[in-house]
């Protein structure tokens, strides 16, 4: 894997885990706030950090769906006023070339409890 993959990798990750919660989208019943673009984004909690992360062409839409990690949220009976998303946008040609892998070196370098609870899609 060459290493600009890698460090593009590591940038996500510190963004995605530095935005402080209170700067994260917060969840509603339609999901409006979501934008509309492709990137790669993680569900945190207040005071447990990063539960989830993944990959979406439309993060809207992705959260529209239905989504696991807010079902195991649930679950855990977390409180949804403290589950946030932070969201890294990628550009088009980002997401054509990059997303996958990146996508897996960021869950590799996190390790989200709920990725790992949650079989691959593909």
């Known amino acids: ?3 600009s993959i890698q460090q593009e990798a590591q940038g996500i990750v510190d963004t995605l ?4 919660f209170e ?18 984004y993680a569900v945190k909690h ?4 990063i539960l989830y992360i993944g990959k979406t062409r439309t993060l809207r ?4 769906g239905g989504h696991k990690a807010l079902l195991w949220a649930f ?3 977390l409180k949804a006023t403290d589950i946030r998303i932070a969201f890294y946008q990628l550009d088009f040609t ?3 070339q990059l997303s996958s892998e990146l996508e897996s070196l960021i869950i590799q370098a996190i390790n989200p409890p709920y ?3 949650i079989p691959a899609r593909d």
């Open 17 to 20: 885990a530095s935005i402080p």
């Open 23 to 40: 700067d994260c989208i917060a969840l509603s019943k339609e999901f409006r706030e979501l934008p509309m673009s492709a990137g790669i």
């Open 61 to 64: 839409d992705r959260f529209r």
């Open 46 to 49: 207040r005071t447990l950090g």
């Open 115 to 117: 990725n790992v609870k």
């Open 1 to 3: 894997m060459p290493q």
């Open 75 to 77: 679950i855990e009976e």
């Open 94 to 96: 980002q997401w054509i």
